[in-house]
């Protein structure tokens, strides 16, 4: 079509910093017809999952990738031919080369990518790669040459003796390897010197896959070699491979998503915040009766009522009492700052991980309304649509393991915050109840609290005003 163009469209940074994505489900292909505005795509970032949005109208040409791969932040994953000729040039194929005033920018520009909207692409200045031919001069790109063409086969030599050669390919000591942001942090988390990694992608850059490879040829040298190669004796200074592992024994699940972002957060968390945790039990009897009287009032009609209802608004007015409980430590700035506000973070299992959305200004919300947020906090959990944004800025937290049958546990704070509560399960207990020991309603209460900024004054002042309005529900009235 002479009026027609193929227009990229780029894979965008839906969150604060991301800098990857996983394609959950595509909702076209190619020969489909698209207008703007229509989802394209679901992606699962660390954060969420959300669709992508197409901002033009046109034809599919092409999905670059298939369901299940993750992408960088700016990487094309979708051609669209649009009528008109009017796709800009920084949109076609990659490979365009850049003006020849570019080369001469920073090294490090790339890193300065500012976030966009979802659906709207990322910034032609901070995508287009720059051809940084002076990266390696003939003879560094000869060795490497010769070094692929061993990995590929073509050579006599096993592949991974040919992996160490790499290092001496840079010209300069000073210069550093082409890389993306993402693919400098990807060699970092799994230890990967860059300038040991042969770079497959255009003009010498390296790529995520060049890494992977790079490890699995260090680690695993019998399992990722062509099958001539994996005959081949292991070099005497080199340890064996270790053995593969039984695949009717064991399942491997890659670590991705939501699930990694948790893992890193709750180590980030453990080792910079010293955790204090401390426990109460409590007799719940009269606020497990009062959830039932709620359930027939009128005012709650249509509302999720539960004892986590009553639990969430005891903390509020217990943070009410004690403000400083809702804090942060600002290492940066070397400040304790106290928030005026209460974000309250509810941490929900979903079927990708754990999340923690939060409930905007929840201090300020009546008790029907706290029960119309919870009930909508959760119900857009469970379907997996909770938006990054729900999940950004929280103060405290709850998390009920009770739902479990757990009596209690000691809760890792979310990063960020100073405090968070786990409720145990409620369940009948011998207590002594006016003098006698009566089958009563019962749970434990564990407070985590950051002892930076929370001393065991502040924290036990908050467990107990919440204990004491559980066990007599009619503070709230009095208290709040």
Sequence with gaps: MTNASVREFKMPDVGEGLTEAEILKWFVQPGDTVTDGQAVCEVETAKAAVELPIPYDGVVRALHFPEGTTVDVGTSIIAVEVAGGAAPAQEEAPAAPAPAAEPEQP?????????????????????????????????????????????????????APAVPAAPAAPAAPAQRPLAKPPVRKLAKDLGVDLATVVPTGPDGVVTREDVHAAVAAAQAPQQTAPAAQQAAPAPADRPAAPA???????????????????????????????????????????????????????????????????????????????????????????????????????????????IVPNIKDAHAR??????????????????????????????????????????????????????????????????????????????????SFDHRLVDGELGSKVLADVAAILEQPKRLITWA
Excluded at 142 to 156: D, F
């Design 107 to 159: 090294a490090e520009q790339p890193a300065a990518r500012q976030p966009v909207l979802v659906g709207y692409g990322v910034a032609t200045s901070s995508t287009r790669r720059r051809p940084r031919k002076q990266a390696q001069d003939p003879a560094a790109r000869q060795a490497a040459s010769a070094v692929q063409a061993e990995l590929n086969g073509h050579g006599a030599a096993p592949a």
């Design 244 to 354: 593969s592992y039984d695949s009717g024994r064991e399942t491997r699940i890659p670590v991705k998503g939501v699930r990694k972002a948790t893992a890193a957060a709750m180590v980030g968390s453990a080792f910079t915040a010293p955790h204090v945790t401390e426990f109460v039990t409590v007799d719940v009897t009269r606020t497990m009766k009062l959830v039932e009287e709620l359930k027939q009032d009128k005012e709650f009609a249509g509302l999720r009522v539960n004892p986590l209802l009553l639990i969430a608004k005891a903390l509020l007015v217990a943070i009410r009492r004690n403000p400083d409980i809702n804090a942060s430590w600002d290492e940066a700035a070397q400040e304790i700052v106290v928030k005026h506000y209460v974000n309250l973070g509810i941490a929900a299992a979903t079927p990708r991980g754990l």
């Design 366 to 447: 009546t008790l029907p309304e706290l029960a119309a947020s919870l009930g909508e906090l959760v119900s857009t959990a469970r379907e997996g649509k909770t938006s990054p944004s729900a999940m950004q800025g929280g103060t405290v937290t709850i998390t009920n393991v009770g739902v479990f049958g757990v009596d209690t546990g000691t809760p890792i704070l979310n990063p960020g915050e100073s405090a968070i509560l786990a409720v145990g399960a409620i369940k009948p207990q011998p207590w002594v109840h006016k003098g006698k020991v009566k089958p009563r309603q019962v749970t434990t209460l564990a407070l």
